[in-house]
């Protein structure tokens, strides 16, 4: 397994609301994350980092050796704990009200792959040289497009096109969407929408399968957001299965 984790601010936000990481623990098991916070005053940040944080602690802590169903459960109450957690700093600190985050995550294990997410931040995979997504958004045109009031080419230019359905510290009770994985992939890839929002999935596509190392493919798709405009910041976790790297 390779791996690479990048954020960039973008070309015109003035500072970073995202998150990003890849992390093992003792028994080469992974933890990819991705969060996108949302609030004003860096209160986005903070969100976002608070989430991160926690995951991060708690996979180094207490994932040890979970089974499928265990690792669901697991990912299910670390995301009520995250929002408690930001609840919680709202409560003690007012003026970050609104604040919250985006969460897509992905856990890799000898005998699993599980996704996870909320809010509009992806995880796709690349399987014979083609990207799927896997995770669902919460957005409002997702909403209206399975409702079949909106179509794919409208639900592209809406003006709500970024309004989020559910996202941390914006929904109480709060639940995570779960995906069980196909093991036969060669890399997983998981993004704010700072990266889906400029490149379409062929865009992607091409870069992933081309023949630089994952460090330099993850830069490209970065430059490529921010020679379009770079309108938000942009993160990208990207985890290489193939031991080659690819």
Not at 112 to 135: A, C, P, Q, R
Not at 186 to 205: A, F
């Amino acid at each position: 397994m390779k791996s690479f984790y990048l954020t960039d601010v973008g070309k015109v936000r003035t500072h970073n609301e995202d998150n990003v990481v890849i992390v093992k623990n003792k028994n080469e098991e992974c933890l990819m994350a991705v969060a996108d916070g949302m609030g004003g005053h860096s209160a986005g940040e903070i969100a976002s980092s608070l989430a991160i944080d926690y995951l991060v602690n708690s996979f180094n802590d207490n994932f040890d050796k979970l089974d499928k169903v265990q690792a669901v459960n697991w990912i299910r109450e670390k995301v009520v704990r995250i929002n408690e957690l930001i609840f919680e700093y709202v409560n003690k600190h007012p003026e970050s009200k609104g604040m919250g985050t985006t969460l897509v995550i992905a856990i890799v294990t000898n005998n699993y792959i599980l996704f996870g997410n909320i809010g509009d931040s992806s995880g796709f995979v690349l399987k014979d040289e083609h990207l799927h997504k896997v995770t669902y958004d919460h957005t409002l045109v997702n909403l209206l497009m399975k409702a079949g009031e909106l179509t794919e080419e409208e639900a592209k230019d809406h003006p709500k096109k970024n309004v989020l359905m559910k996202a941390l510290g914006a929904n109480d009770p709060i639940d995570i969407d779960i995906f069980d994985c196909d093991m036969n992939i060669s890399s997983i890839l998981l993004c704010s929408d700072g990266l889906t929002n400029m490149l379409d999935v062929e865009q992607i596509e091409k870069v992933l399968i081309s023949d630089l190392e994952i460090e330099e493919k993850v830069i490209k798709l970065i430059r490529k957001c921010n020679n379009r405009g770079g309108t938000d910041n942009i993160s990208i976790a990207y985890l290489s299965l193939e031991e080659s790297g690819e």
